[in-house]
Each structure stands twice: as C-alpha cells, then as structure tokens.
C-alpha cells in the first residue's frame, strides 16, 4: 500500500466529506453501529486487498461498536473521530478511485485503512489489552 495513496486519499473531497461527518456518527450509537455492519460486510467481501491489515481492522470494528455501547471510552475523540472518517470514506461506493472500477477501486480505500490502521495502531493495540482483560 503506497503511502503516496493514502495521501491523496486523505486529500480528496470524499475524504474531507467523511470527516466532516465522522463526529456526527461517534456521538449517535445507531448510527455508529449502522457504519460498522456496512463497513464489516464490504470488509468481508473485499478480504484480498484488506488482508495486510485484516487483524488490525477486525479489531478496529470492535473498538467502535465498544464505544458505541459505552463499555469502552480510554480513546482521544480525535483518533475515534479518525478511525470513523476512514470508515466513513470505505463504504462510499465514489470516492478517489470509485469501488465500481474492477481490479483498482478498492487501493484507495486499502491504502486509507492501512495508513489509519498505523497512524493509530498504538490506541488499536490498548483497546485489544482491554477487551483481553475483560475477558480474563
């Protein structure tokens, strides 16, 4: 996944427009939890170009709907406000390059996703210290 993918990624208007409504979603449960089932079924379909970073957007996917239900909250409202605008932008079907385009319309997004999946992999990484611990 090219860095200079993300980039452009997180430059375009698709981009900008799914963080201009990533807060509204953090703060709405139902709509949160709405996103997530989106964002994990296209994921499960479109497991290749994810499968670098599929353990890391797994866990992501649990984070949110945690935060959703209230049970987990030891995250900064601007990394969860980053992690929802990624997903926001991976289940717009028009985006920088458009889903619907056979063999390259999923790079964009898999670049994004792996670029926020390291950009915010240490607070990733907690919530999974977390969840292992409640479970414990």
């Known amino acids: 996944m090219s860095k200079s993918k993300a980039e452009?990624?997180?430059?375009?208007?698709?981009y900008q427009k799914a963080r201009s409504q990533a807060a509204e979603y953090a703060k709405d449960p139902e709509k949160l939890n709405d996103l997530i089932d989106k964002a994990s079924k296209k994921a499960h379909g479109k497991k290749g170009?994810?499968?670098?970073?599929?353990?890391?957007?797994?866990?992501c996917f649990r984070l949110l709907r945690a935060y959703a239900?209230?049970?987990y909250r030891e995250i900064p409202?601007?990394?969860?406000?980053m992690l929802v605008a990624s997903i926001i932008y991976f289940v717009m079907p028009i985006d920088l390059i458009p889903d619907f385009i056979v063999?390259?319309?999923?790079?964009?997004?898999?670049?994004?996703l792996g670029w926020t999946m390291k950009a915010f992999e240490s607070d990733i990484e907690a919530f999974v210290e977390w969840e292992e611990e409640a479970a414990a």
Do not use: M, N
Request: charged share 15%.
């Open 77 to 81: 409202w601007s990394t969860l406000v």
């Open 8 to 14: 452009r990624a997180k430059g375009s208007k698709s």
């Open 103 to 112: 063999g390259i319309g999923h790079l964009d997004d898999a670049a994004l």
């Open 69 to 71: 239900k209230g049970t």
């Open 49 to 59: 170009p994810l499968f670098a970073i599929w353990g890391q957007l797994s866990a």
